[in-house]
């Protein structure tokens, strides 16, 4: 079992940035990638970014060149988000594979507004 626990979100204007945080606990062990998904309300949701255990990244291209996903050594990962967008506002939500098993957390809501 693996417990993942977002912070960070909150309310931000247009251009700005914020950081998400994820943290997980558990049988951090057994976790192979982890990532980041939002949905906006009334949208499905979807990919944003991902990390490996070899911290190899890629980015969904709504994100690229504005969002830099990251990971220390206490299996924490980390959401920079440069240049908000108002498209941008949704819940985050943090998730990892491990064991063949997805797990997510609860989510952090971000909203881009002026």
């Known amino acids: 079992q693996v417990q993942l626990v977002e912070s960070g979100g909150g309310l931000v204007q247009p251009g700005g940035s914020l950081r998400l945080s994820c943290a997980a606990s558990?049988?951090?062990?057994?976790?192979?990638?982890m990532g980041w998904y939002r949905q906006a309300p009334g949208k499905q949701r979807e990919w944003v970014a991902q990390i490996t255990s070899s911290s190899t990244t890629t980015y969904a291209d709504s994100v690229k060149g504005r969002f830099t996903i990251s990971r220390d050594n206490a299996n924490t990962v980390y959401l920079q988000m440069n240049n908000l967008k108002p498209e941008d506002t949704a819940v985050y939500y943090c998730?990892?594979?491990?064991?063949?098993?997805?797990?997510w957390g609860q989510g952090t809501a971000v909203t881009v507004s002026s």
């Open positions: 998730t990892a594979w491990a064991g063949g098993v997805r797990y």
């Open positions: 558990g049988s951090i062990f057994s976790i192979n990638v």
